[in-house]
C-alpha cells in the first residue's frame, strides 16, 4: 500500500514537472514571437524617414509589448534581440525599466517606456512611463510619480539599497534635446504605497546647487559627454562642461567637455560633489551608443 502511494506521488510530481516544463517552453515560444514583431517595429521607431510613421510603429510597439509582458513570468524573457531600445534591469531583480525615444521631423525628441515588477506570482506588474518633459518648470527639484516623467533612455541602473533607509536606484540617462543641444541626467527612481516615484534629494552639489533631486546636463549636439559609474569608488563619473567663452556662460547648446572630470560620490546613502577627479583611463561604456540616434541604425 505505502509502495503503491510512493509510486502514485512520484507520477503526480514527474507529472507535475512536464507539464511546467511544456507550459514554459510555450510562453518561450509565445514571447519569441512577439519578439521578432517588436524588433520590426522598434527599427522603425527610429528608422523610418516620415514622422507619423515613427510615431505609428511606437503606438504599435506598446500595445505588443504590454500583450507580450502579460505572459507568465514574461520578466525572465531578455528580449535581447530589441537592439533600439533600452532594456535596463535591476542588480536585485526587483524590476527593469524599458525606455526608448521617438525623434521628431523638427529634431525634438518625446520618451516612452514602462517599469516592470518582477514579482514571485508571474503577473504582470507595471508602471507605464508617461513623457511629462515639456511641463516641468524645475526639472532639477522635482519629485513625481511615473505618469508625470523627466523621459530619458536609461543606459545603467546603479543600486542604493543597503544602509539607507528608503532603497533606491540612481538611473544614468540619454536624453535628446533639439537641433542644437543634447542633454544627459542622472534621475533617481524608488517605490512607494504601490506607486513608482522619480526624483530624490540625495545630490549635495555646490554652493549654487546644494541639494538637486536630480542632476541634468546640456551640451552641444555635435560634442559627446561621458557619464558613467565606476564601482570601484562608487563614483559618477562624468565630463565637466564648459563654454568655450566666459561670455557665453549660460549657453548650454554651446557648452562641451573641457578635459577634466567632476563626479557624484555615494557617501552614507548620498551622492557628493567632487570636483576635478583625475581619470588615468578615460571611462567608455555604453552611453557612448546614446550621443546620436543615427549610430543605433
Known amino acids: 500500500?505505502?509502495?503503491?502511494?510512493?509510486?502514485?506521488?512520484?507520477?503526480?510530481?514527474?507529472?507535475?514537472?512536464?507539464?511546467?516544463?511544456?507550459?514554459?517552453?510555450?510562453?518561450?515560444?509565445?514571447?519569441?514571437?512577439?519578439?521578432?514583431?517588436?524588433?520590426?517595429?522598434?527599427?522603425?521607431?527610429?528608422?523610418?524617414?516620415?514622422?507619423?510613421?515613427?510615431?505609428?510603429?511606437s503606438y504599435k510597439f506598446i500595445r505588443t509589448l504590454v500583450s507580450a509582458l502579460k505572459t507568465p513570468y514574461s520578466f525572465n524573457f531578455a528580449f535581447d534581440s530589441l537592439k533600439t531600445i533600452s532594456i535596463q534591469p535591476s542588480s536585485d531583480k526587483r524590476f527593469r525599466i524599458f525606455s526608448w525615444h521617438v525623434m521628431n521631423a523638427d529634431g525634438s525628441y518625446r520618451y516612452y517606456g514602462t517599469v516592470q515588477m518582477n514579482n514571485p506570482d508571474g503577473k504582470l506588474q507595471?508602471?507605464?512611463?508617461?513623457?511629462?518633459?515639456?511641463?516641468?518648470?524645475?526639472?532639477?527639484?522635482?519629485?513625481?510619480?511615473?505618469?508625470?516623467?523627466?523621459?530619458?533612455?536609461?543606459?545603467?541602473?546603479?543600486?542604493?539599497?543597503?544602509?539607507?533607509?528608503?532603497?533606491?536606484?540612481?538611473?544614468?540617462?540619454?536624453?535628446?534635446?533639439?537641433?542644437?543641444?543634447?542633454?544627459?541626467?542622472?534621475?533617481?527612481?524608488?517605490?512607494?504605497?504601490?506607486?513608482?516615484?522619480?526624483?530624490?534629494?540625495?545630490?549635495?552639489?555646490?554652493?549654487?546647487?546644494?541639494?538637486?533631486k536630480r542632476a541634468i546636463f546640456e551640451?552641444?549636439?555635435?560634442?559627446?559627454?561621458?557619464?558613467?559609474?565606476?564601482?570601484?569608488?562608487?563614483?559618477?563619473?562624468?565630463?565637466?562642461?564648459?563654454?568655450?567663452?566666459?561670455?557665453?556662460k549660460g549657453r548650454f547648446e554651446l557648452y562641451g567637455p573641457d578635459f577634466s572630470y567632476d563626479g557624484y560620490r555615494l557617501a552614507n546613502g548620498r551622492w557628493k560633489l567632487v570636483e576635478d577627479i583625475e581619470v588615468k583611463n578615460q571611462p567608455t561604456d555604453q552611453d557612448e551608443n546614446f550621443n546620436d540616434p543615427k549610430k543605433m541604425k
Open 1 to 57: 500500500m505505502i509502495r503503491s502511494v510512493i509510486i502514485v506521488s512520484l507520477l503526480m510530481l514527474l507529472g507535475f514537472k512536464v507539464h511546467a516544463q511544456h507550459s514554459a517552453s510555450s510562453s518561450n515560444l509565445k514571447l519569441k514571437a512577439y519578439q521578432d514583431t517588436l524588433k520590426d517595429l522598434s527599427f522603425k521607431m527610429i528608422n523610418d524617414s516620415l514622422e507619423p510613421q515613427r510615431y505609428n510603429a
Open 126 to 212: 507595471m508602471f507605464p512611463l508617461v513623457d511629462y518633459t515639456s511641463e516641468f518648470k524645475k526639472p532639477a527639484d522635482s519629485v513625481t510619480t511615473n505618469d508625470k516623467w523627466y523621459g530619458a533612455q536609461y543606459y545603467r541602473i546603479i543600486s542604493v539599497i543597503n544602509n539607507v533607509k528608503t532603497p533606491y536606484y540612481i538611473l544614468l540617462g540619454w536624453k535628446g534635446n533639439n537641433v542644437k543641444s543634447t542633454k544627459k541626467v542622472i534621475d533617481v527612481i524608488h517605490f512607494k504605497d504601490n506607486k513608482a516615484y522619480f526624483g530624490m534629494p540625495v545630490f549635495d552639489g555646490d554652493k549654487d546647487n546644494p541639494t538637486q
Open 219 to 248: 551640451y552641444d549636439r555635435k560634442a559627446s559627454m561621458v557619464l558613467n559609474y565606476d564601482p570601484k569608488t562608487t563614483t559618477i563619473i562624468f565630463d565637466h562642461l564648459a563654454p568655450p567663452d566666459d561670455k557665453l
